[in-house]
């Protein structure tokens, strides 16, 4: 894990001479510290989330509660994870995280079979957010449950305790980053001694390139894979296609980069900088609301179709003002994500 830090921090080299001058006067230390308190709210959103989640999911399965409870924060549980799935890195790369509670995309059907062997165990087992932990990881987290709620398949007790796990797994997450000598200490300790970040600007570095990283996933996967081509589209590509929550899910990670932009980067940006990508970030939450339906059905029509494609067009721009722009101001360059490679 640490050579692969390593080899990534290699790849970062330092923009050509001749840059702003406050390129040579930003204060990484400062943007980290901003930027961790952005972090932590949005995982301790995530947890706050799983556990109303779990909680409704035990009550509409033990009949003191409803399916629309359940959905409601299901819906929630899934924007709080959109903000998170920008920062593959560290601890949730470290404990699989990213697929554990979002294995998507599933090319192979992974979640299907992996559903059809869990639903043959016994139902104490079923309902063990444990024995869940040690399935695939297809069936630990939201697919898995979208799908029990949106298909024949019958949710209970299954349910229990893959939503459970997902309370088990937030909770793990904001230990492994913010208790004592966990992941954000890691990075306030950046210097020559430390294993991953040889110095605060690495851990800018790593912050923008996972912001770059979040907004590609919106562009590429969560409008691309759908969209497809002109002659064919591909609705069930969709993230969340059986519970409509495509467009959702997307537009709650444009905000989940906006606000790390606004908050951590944003003081340390020059304003007309910082402005150009609050406002091009506007833009495309703006065009995915007005949409005013889900990814997955928009691509079917062309008169629909086309605003996928300006909303992709906006998150484009977006991707383009934060290398051109914001990267040159703060004198970085992307480095190693979880995109490469795929």
């Given at each position: 894990?640490?050579?692969?830090?390593?080899?990534?921090?290699?790849l970062?080299?330092?923009?050509?001479?001749?840059q702003?001058?406050?390129?040579?006067?930003?204060?990484?230390?400062?943007?980290q510290?901003?930027?961790?308190?952005v972090?932590?709210?949005q995982?301790?959103?995530?947890?706050?989330?799983t556990a109303?989640?779990?909680?409704?999911?035990?009550?509409?399965?033990?009949?003191?509660?409803?399916l629309?409870g359940?959905t409601?924060?299901?819906?929630?549980t899934?924007?709080?994870?959109?903000?998170?799935d920008?920062?593959q890195?560290?601890?949730?790369?470290?404990?699989?995280?990213?697929?554990?509670?979002?294995?998507?995309?599933?090319?192979?059907?992974?979640?299907?079979?992996?559903l059809?062997?869990?639903?043959?165990l016994?139902?104490t087992?079923?309902s063990?957010?444990?024995?869940?932990?040690r399935q695939?990881?297809?069936?630990?987290?939201?697919?898995?449950?979208?799908?029990?709620?949106?298909?024949?398949?019958?949710?209970c007790?299954?349910?229990?305790?893959?939503?459970?796990?997902?309370?088990?797994?937030?909770?793990?997450?904001?230990?492994?980053?913010?208790?004592?000598?966990?992941?954000?200490?890691?990075m306030r300790?950046a210097?020559?001694d430390?294993?991953?970040?040889l110095?605060?600007?690495?851990v800018?570095?790593t912050?923008?390139?996972?912001?770059?990283?979040?907004?590609?996933?919106?562009?590429?996967?969560?409008?691309?894979?759908?969209?497809?081509t002109?002659?064919?589209?591909?609705?069930?590509?969709?993230?969340?296609?059986?519970?409509?929550?495509?467009?959702?899910?997307a537009?709650?990670?444009?905000?989940?980069?906006?606000?790390?932009?606004?908050?951590g980067?944003?003081?340390?940006?020059?304003?007309?900088?910082?402005?150009?990508?609050?406002?091009?970030?506007?833009t495309?939450?703006?065009r995915?609301?007005?949409?005013?339906?889900?990814?997955?059905?928009?691509?079917?029509?062309?008169?629909s179709?086309?605003?996928?494609?300006?909303?992709?067009?906006?998150?484009?721009?977006?991707?383009?003002?934060?290398?051109?722009?914001?990267?040159p101001?703060?004198?970085?360059?992307?480095?190693?994500?979880?995109?490469?490679g795929?």
């Amino acid at each position: 894990m640490i050579r692969a830090f390593l080899a990534a921090a290699c790849l970062v080299v330092p923009l050509a001479q001749g840059q702003p001058a406050l390129a040579q006067s930003v204060d990484h230390v400062a943007l980290q510290e901003r930027s961790l308190a952005v972090l932590q709210a949005q995982f301790n959103d995530f947890t706050v989330s799983t556990a109303a989640l779990s909680a409704a999911v035990q009550g509409f399965c033990t009949g003191g509660g409803d399916l629309t409870g359940v959905t409601d924060t299901l819906e929630q549980t899934w924007q709080a994870w959109a903000a998170l799935d920008s920062y593959q890195f560290g601890p949730v790369e470290q404990t699989g995280a990213a697929l554990r509670v979002n294995f998507w995309p599933d090319k192979k059907n992974f979640v299907g079979r992996g559903l059809t062997a869990l639903l043959v165990l016994p139902e104490t087992k079923q309902s063990d957010p444990a024995e869940i932990a040690r399935q695939s990881a297809a069936v630990q987290g939201l697919p898995a449950l979208e799908r029990l709620l949106f298909s024949d398949l019958p949710p209970c007790p299954a349910a229990i305790g893959i939503s459970a796990n997902l309370q088990a797994v937030s909770h793990d997450l904001v230990d492994a980053w913010f208790a004592p000598d966990g992941w954000a200490d890691l990075m306030r300790a950046a210097g020559p001694d430390n294993p991953i970040y040889l110095d605060h600007a690495e851990v800018t570095r790593t912050l923008f390139t996972a912001a770059e990283f979040g907004l590609a996933r919106v562009a590429d996967y969560r409008l691309g894979r759908p969209l497809g081509t002109y002659e064919r589209n591909f609705p069930r590509r969709a993230e969340a296609w059986r519970s409509g929550l495509s467009s959702t899910i997307a537009a709650a990670q444009i905000a989940g980069v906006e606000a790390l932009m606004r908050d951590g980067f944003g003081p340390a940006l020059p304003a007309e900088d910082l402005q150009r990508y609050m406002s091009a970030s506007e833009t495309a939450r703006n065009r995915l609301e007005q949409m005013d339906q889900p990814v997955s059905q928009a691509v079917t029509t062309p008169a629909s179709r086309i605003r996928v494609e300006a909303v992709q067009s906006s998150v484009q721009a977006l991707r383009r003002i934060l290398t051109e722009q914001v990267g040159p101001a703060l004198d970085v360059e992307l480095g190693f994500s979880a995109a490469d490679g795929d």
